[in-house]
Antibody, heavy 126, light 105 residues
Framework: QVRLQESGPGLVKPSQTLSLTCTVS??????????WSWIRQPAGKGLEWIGRIHSSGSIHHNPSLESRVTMSVDMSKNQFSLKLSSVTAADTAVYYCARDFVGAAGGTLYNWFDPWGQGTLVTVSS | EIVLTQSPGTLSLSPGEGATLSCRASQRLTNTYLAWYQQKPGQAPRLLIYATSSRATGVPDRFSGNGSGTDFTLTISRLEPEDFAVYYCQHYGRSPFGPGTKVDV
């Protein structure tokens, strides 16, 4: 059974870089149709997809965050990571990592997220 | 870019009642691979339904998904106390999630 666990600082100062790592256990981060995604949720609000990465290095971004997002995979540690630069209070949220199954049908892509990590709250404040 | 809207925003029901949640896409979904998630307070979302109508592992059969084109539904046949939560629909894209429907007592 695959499990995901986020880790990283819970408090980041404005203008600095938020860094999170997701550790995958119970399965390999390498190969197949699985990407690995980051999703965030401000308190009391809905879900916002940040981006996904494949072990091959393929990356898809949410265009609204793309200029500030860096993602990477460390297959030796079975981990993937997120860096979000120049943070402001608007980046305060619970950040989730999730396994992201991506497939194709009829020339278009589909996906679903399963499982999810438990989430980690990141607060941007001085 | 496809935008998902969900209705109603809040559904107030009692245990034992049935619930029908709606998810509407701004454009016809050519592959109709829609997913549904359940989120309880303080917890991560949990996949309930994928590919419009397939239940994820361990999901009770009182949950069912249906739809095509632009209109999709999640039906809960008889609400159990643990089903009161927020439900999100999701499709592939840059803004993949709908805004959610809260099922309230």
């Amino acid at each position: 059974q695959v499990r995901l666990q986020e880790s990283g600082p819970g408090l980041v100062k404005p203008s600095q870089t938020l860094s999170l790592t997701c550790t995958v256990s119970g399965g390999s981060i390498s190969g197949g149709n699985f990407y690995w995604s980051w999703i965030r949720q401000p308190a009391g609000k809905g879900l916002e997809w940040i981006g996904r990465i494949h072990s091959s290095g393929s990356i898809h971004h949410n265009p609204s965050l793309e200029s500030r997002v860096t993602m990477s995979v460390d297959m030796s540690k079975n981990q993937f990571s997120l860096k979000l630069s120049s943070v402001t209070a608007a980046d305060t949220a619970v950040y989730y990592c999730a396994r992201d199954f991506v497939g194709a049908a009829g020339g278009t892509l589909y996906n679903w997220f399963d499982p999810w990590g438990q989430g980690t709250l990141v607060t941007v404040s001085s | 870019e496809i935008v998902l809207t969900q209705s109603p925003g809040t559904l107030s029901l009692s245990p034992g009642e049935g619930a029908t949640l709606s998810c509407r896409a701004s454009q016809r979904l050519t592959n109709t691979y829609l997913a549904w998630y359940q989120q309880k307070p303080g917890q991560a979302p949990r996949l309930l339904i994928y590919a419009t109508s397939s239940r994820a592992t361990g999901v009770p059969d009182r949950f069912s998904g249906n739809g095509s084109g632009t209109d999709f539904t999640l039906t809960i046949s008889r609400l159990e106390p643990e089903d009161f939560a927020v439900y999100y629909c999701q499709h592939y894209g840059r803004s993949p999630f709908g805004p959610g429907t809260k099922v309230d007592v």
